[in-house]
């Protein structure tokens, strides 16, 4: 499955932005999609994550109550919906594809597919 992120952009603390995943190639509501984050000088982190089928969420702790995500089968999108952005939000997020349902999802070496990222920077 090849993956688009697009969406990121600056603005301030406090602003919100919507990034967007769209999916081409293999069944795109049969993977698990997350979107995960790389900090300059830093590693890459879990950030999001909804399955196929029942459409479960998962979040990091850093991030819960300010991001969503959701996903649209028929447009083979996936979208995080990011809410009062702060400074350490900064960084590449890339989406990326898992056959994982379970806890192993919040680890990222279980991500098959990675899209090529988009920046989000978040001015203080």
């Known amino acids: 499955v090849q993956l688009q992120a697009s969406g990121g952009g600056l603005v301030q603390a406090g602003g919100s932005l919507r990034l967007s995943c769209v999916a081409s190639?293999?069944?795109?509501?049969?993977?698990?999609i997350g979107w995960i984050r790389q900090a300059p000088g830093k590693e890459h982190d879990f950030v999001a994550a909804?399955?196929?089928?029942?459409?479960?969420?998962f979040y990091a702790d850093s991030v819960k109550g300010r991001f969503t995500i959701s996903r649209d089968n028929a447009k083979n999108t996936v979208y995080l919906q990011m809410n009062s952005l702060k400074p350490e939000d900064t960084a590449v997020y890339y989406c990326?594809?898992?056959?994982?349902?379970?806890?192993?999802?919040?680890?990222?070496?279980?991500?098959?597919?990675w899209g090529q990222g988009t920046q989000v920077t978040v001015s203080s």
């Open positions: 190639g293999r069944t795109f509501s049969d993977y698990t």
């Open positions: 909804i399955t196929w089928g029942v459409s479960s969420t």
């Open positions: 990326a594809a898992s056959a994982r349902l379970d806890q192993r999802l919040l680890y990222t070496w279980e991500y098959n597919y």
